[in-house]
């Protein structure tokens, strides 16, 4: 499993209002270009992201599911993104000194042909996109709090 963390200058409600705004997934999740559809329940258990990868003409649709969720502090995604397969996802925020936030984002490959690929190999490529999303995902959180 992939483990990225990232303190963000933002408290953990500042944070959690981003990744419950299903609406912004493709601004801050690397490989998302736009969003279809948001379930009204976004982000509770069962509800649905319908987002789209990839550069038209070669766009792929797709979803991502909450697993499970604690409201301010935890989310648990099942993300699909053929043709790589599917992949869980958890992101935990803990409240840091001041008025950080230090965010766990953790991944990896359940289903499909990314699930083939050894794990050595898997996993600092996860790393290396998950670095970058969290840096856009504090771009968005602290840039809405200042």
């Given amino acids: 499993m992939s483990v990225t963390t990232r303190t963000i200058d933002a408290t953990p409600d500042q944070v959690w209002r981003v990744l419950s705004d299903g609406w912004l997934y493709p601004l801050w999740v690397v490989g998302a270009t736009r969003m279809r559809e948001v ?5 509770q258990p069962g509800a649905k992201l319908h987002h789209s990868a990839g550069v038209w003409p070669l766009v792929i649709d797709d979803s ?28 935990s925020l803990t409240a840091t000194q001041g008025a950080g936030t230090l965010v766990d984002l953790r991944e990896d490959a ?6 083939l690929v050894p ?3 898997r996993q600092p490529m996860l790393h290396v996109r998950n670095v970058e999303a969290l840096g856009r995902l504090a771009a968005i959180a602290e840039g809405r709090h200042s």
């Fill in 39 to 43: 379930d009204d329940h976004w982000p």
């Fill in 64 to 91: 991502t599911e909450v697993l499970e969720v604690s409201p301010g502090s935890r989310l648990k995604l099942r993300a699909r993104g053929w043709p790589a397969g599917a992949a869980e996802v958890e992101i």
């Fill in 110 to 115: 359940v289903s499909g042909p990314g699930r």
């Fill in 119 to 121: 794990s050595p190999l």
